[in-house]
């Protein structure tokens, strides 16, 4: 079984936990205690985005909010995620808030909770967020799961930061080598730690390294990607993988909500600190969503990856009405045209079709291998 | 006084509270641009002038002026689908125009995550503009109106972590006995206006919404100051005359709306319409819950710490609230307020107003039997709505319920 095999089975993983007689709950954003609810035996699971329409949907939400909330609600309606025992998302945009109210309107019976972690690193946030997450711990318990001691704790984040140390090494050798690896593969490898049993991720991960040829041997464009691309986009091939690779470019690195934006820093596990206290310091301060971090700072990482990984360009994949990520473009892209980079943004909305798309990734990719000016 | 006469000593104080912007800038005292949910209490107390973008758009759309500034921020790559305050403000500020000259520029700016997302996005985009510090305030989301004492304790710890930084900015020092004055003056303003609002429910209404969102200018910008206090004693005087009196803002009270979100600041006309049909808008979501929403919901600014009182209202502001708690209110609007049917504006400006409204206009319907009428639009970009498409489908619903109630 591969990635993408996860991927096609994606409720598989969930629905064998339930089985087992645990909780398995909805969850939105990398921004969530994962490791807490993985101590108490239940299996985080990261909402992946269905291919529209999403017709059911529109009774409910306005037209004028991104395709992730349209899919996940649809997803509920239809009774897909029927398996939750709730979920709980994180405040990276205000459209997931709203969808949370509705979810636990429509569906009372079920635990819904929107979590805060705070973006500034200070005493008070910290205070609050030991206590949200010893609170959630006991709504988890009263729910049914196990009870979060420090030695769970401790064992899923040794587990978590595992799988975080096997992710990174293979955007490292990726981005050493952007033609030994196909991209579909890469986010296929990511997406599927969302939805299965970290222990089982992380031995899939040490496969996947095993399989990555490590000497460079190709020459082409390289690419960075941001934004946003759908889990059908990376399973069914998107036009613009194929775009890339007729035009022999190579993504190089990645920076998309459903790729290396997940949270991929260590939680340190900090000398006079309960395991407790090493979840809270990483769940603190500047975020990888962009409602939570500076322009900058995201300009920053991606500029950091270019100079790392010879990237000569960045696409912005940018999903319709996304807010916090149309805010930020702007700057983003003052900011790598100042740095000699230039940007392509495709705004999404649904699937990425391949006409318009084609003619401008085409264009774009000639103008910045073409460069006499190329950083 | 009048409800005319009124609205002219407001319009005279709002040019004055510019002109003190502009003075205080020239005199070298801190200006700081803020939200329109500030917290203006702890700025007015530490001795900064406050500047609201916001609420300048608002003008700047009475005058006819927001089509004008959205394409100019346009041009700087804002996308149009962006919320049409943040276009129009900052059109405003790459243009360095506004509907009484250019804001002053200001010393550093206050934002808040919490809130939506232009509340943390639009300031980093005018912070880096200007070149000057921000400070954006957090906090926990209130799902179900019902507070933890974690979720408080760190709200009164952002209001001290801003307290930190406006001492550092502007080396003021924050006095407690200042602070402790200017919430108690943003209490006492927010117990009159629950005043005033609970006049409304007389029938005819003494005050429809056309007044009230002109009255909410001091709760928004004046929250702290006594001028506010004054302006809202001088209203509830004059509103309970009214009442006294058989006085509504109608002459003829056909039928009594509730309506929901933002009003069109560039047409406040509909309501003109509205009332032309005796119709008039009994209670709004605007003016009741969003920077409101604490008092409405029973809260006052009692607990003897003002941190904790101010925290309170923050965390009770409808950007805080989950839908739940936007629910019930929504209903005891309606309900208390007699309204006969609903108009929900769904915003494509603003989604955390927006979203959910299908909701509220479900349960309106199931629990009281209340029909709505929605349209969708922005609230400060006159280029996403049409009058006479509004006048016409308005008017079928105004029938409809009035059929209803015969």
Known sequence: ?375 | MNNQEIAQVRKAYTKSFYARIGQAKKEGRPVAYTTALGPTELLYAMGVEVCMPENYVTICCAKQMAKGFCEEAETYSISPDLCSYARCGLGMMYSMDGPMGALPEPDFIVGAVSACDPHAKWWELEARHYNVPLFLMDSSYNFRGQVKPHQEAWMISELKRLADFVEEQTGNPFVEDDFRECVRLSGEAHSTFAEIQELRKHIPAPRGIREMVGDLFYLITQAGRRESVEYYRMVLKETRERVRRGEGVLEEERLRLYFHNIPLWFNLQIFDWLAAQGAVVAMDFYTNHVWHGYFFDGGRFDSGDPFKDLARKWLFFDNHVGLPVKLARSLRSAREWGCQGAIFFSNRSCKVYSIGQMEQMRVLKEELGISSFTFEAEMADPRSFSMDRWTERVDLFLDIIANAER
């Open chain 1, 1 to 375: 079984m591969d990635f993408k095999d996860v991927l096609n089975e994606k409720h598989r993983w969930a629905l064998q936990h339930k089985k087992e007689g645990r909780l398995v709950m909805g969850c939105y954003s990398a921004m969530l205690p994962e490791e807490l609810m993985w101590s108490c035996g239940v299996l985080p699971v990261q909402f992946l985005m269905s291919p529209g329409p999403y017709d059911e949907s529109l009774s409910y939400l306005p037209p004028y909010v991104c395709d992730c909330s349209k899919s996940i609600l649809e997803d509920y309606m239809n009774g897909i995620y029927g398996y939750l025992d709730g979920l709980i998302v994180s405040h990276v945009c205000e459209t997931i808030r709203g969808l949370a109210g509705i979810l636990s309107v429509r569906w009372p019976e079920r635990f819904v909770q929107v979590f805060t972690a705070p973006s500034g690193k200070d005493p008070g946030a910290r205070s609050y967020l030991k206590a949200e997450l010893m609170s959630l711990a006991e709504r988890l318990q009263r729910l049914g799961a196990v009870s979060m001691t420090e030695e769970r704790l401790e064992a899923a984040i040794s587990v978590y930061n595992e799988n975080r140390g096997l992710i990174s090494e293979v955007y490292r050798v990726r981005g050493e080598n952007p033609g030994a690896v196909e991209p579909e593969q890469v986010l296929s490898a990511v997406m599927s730690a969302g939805i299965m049993p970290r222990p089982q991720h992380n031995h899939m991960l040490r496969e996947f390294l095993k399989t990555i040829r490590k000497d460079p041997d190709v020459t082409g464009t390289r690419i960075i990607l941001s934004g946003l691309l759908f889990e059908n986009e990376v399973v069914e091939g998107s036009n613009l993988f194929s775009i890339l690779r007729e035009n022999n470019a190579f993504v190089a690195w990645d920076d998309l909500a459903s790729g290396m934006r997940y949270r991929l820093e260590h939680i340190e596990c900090f000398q006079g600190g309960e395991p407790l206290d090493w979840l809270v310091e990483s769940l603190m301060g500047p975020q990888p969503a962009p409602l939570r971090s500076s322009a900058e700072r995201k300009a920053g990482q991606m500029l950091e990856a270019a100079r790392t990984y010879g990237g000569e360009g960045v696409i912005f994949l940018v999903p319709k009405y996304c807010d916090p990520i149309l805010f930020d473009i702007p700057t983003l892209t003052r900011i790598l045209k100042e740095n000699g980079y230039h940007a392509l943004c495709l705004e999404m909305s649904g699937a990425l079709s391949e006409g318009q798309m084609r003619t401008r990734v085409e264009a774009f990719l000639e103008m910045i291998s073409g460069s006499p000016f190329k950083v």
